[in-house]
């Protein structure tokens, strides 16, 4: 079950928003005075606070897979070249598809904001999900395995 807060945003001398928040919740969060939160509008006129952990990165690391693939294609005999544009033109049943491996292309630290934008731009299709989803089905946290 969880706790529900409430509590007032002050402004602090530098014209700062602060939210002082309850010394349980600090305590059954984990949190102290300092950390860094990260604020989620849940768009229902609430907010879920969760600490953003300065001890590890997103990394966004792109691959390209290499599948020979192997297609019979009938042509007239004084054309085998016919076979070529039969393929081009994708009108060629697949015969056999072998998966060569994978090779790492690049890879580069992103922020979150960064990784969650271009996560959503590729996965456009999921574009009623929350943060939360996107982020269970699509990252891989440290120490996380796969599961297919």
Same mark, same amino acid.
């Given at each position: 079950?969880? =706790?529900? &807060?409430?509590?007032?945003? #002050? /402004?602090?001398?530098?014209?700062?928003? #602060?939210?002082?928040?309850? $010394?349980?919740?600090? @305590?059954? !969060?984990?949190?102290? $005075?300092?950390?860094?939160?990260?604020? %989620? +509008?849940?768009?229902?006129?609430? &907010?879920?606070?969760?600490? #953003?952990? =300065?001890?590890?990165?997103?990394?966004?690391? /792109?691959?390209? @897979?290499?599948?020979?693939?192997? &297609?019979?294609?009938?042509?007239? %005999? +004084?054309?085998?070249?016919?076979?070529?544009?039969?393929?081009?033109? /994708?009108? !060629?049943?697949?015969?056999? @598809? %072998?998966?060569?491996?994978?090779?790492? !292309?690049?890879?580069?630290?992103?922020?979150? *904001?960064?990784?969650?934008?271009?996560?959503?731009?590729?996965?456009? &299709?999921? =574009?009623?999900?929350?943060?939360?989803?996107?982020? *269970?089905?699509?990252?891989? %946290?440290?120490? $996380?395995?796969?599961?297919?």
């Amino acid at each position: 079950m969880s =706790k529900r &807060y409430t509590v007032e945003v #002050i /402004e602090g001398e530098d014209g700062e928003a #602060i939210l002082p928040l309850p $010394e349980e919740l600090l @305590q059954e !969060a984990g949190w102290e $005075e300092g950390d860094e939160l990260d604020w %989620k +509008d849940n768009k229902d006129g609430s &907010y879920t606070l969760s600490k #953003i952990n =300065k001890d590890t990165v997103w990394v966004l690391v /792109e691959t390209v @897979q290499t599948f020979l693939h192997r &297609y019979m294609v009938e042509v007239p %005999k +004084d054309h085998p070249e016919y076979a070529l544009d039969t393929v081009t033109m /994708e009108e !060629a049943k697949e015969f056999s @598809q %072998k998966h060569l491996g994978e090779q790492i !292309a690049t890879h580069r630290v992103v922020s979150y *904001k960064e990784a969650m934008d271009l996560c959503k731009a590729d996965n456009d &299709y999921c =574009k009623t999900w929350t943060d939360e989803q996107f982020m *269970k089905s699509f990252f891989t %946290k440290q120490g $996380e395995k796969a599961v297919w």
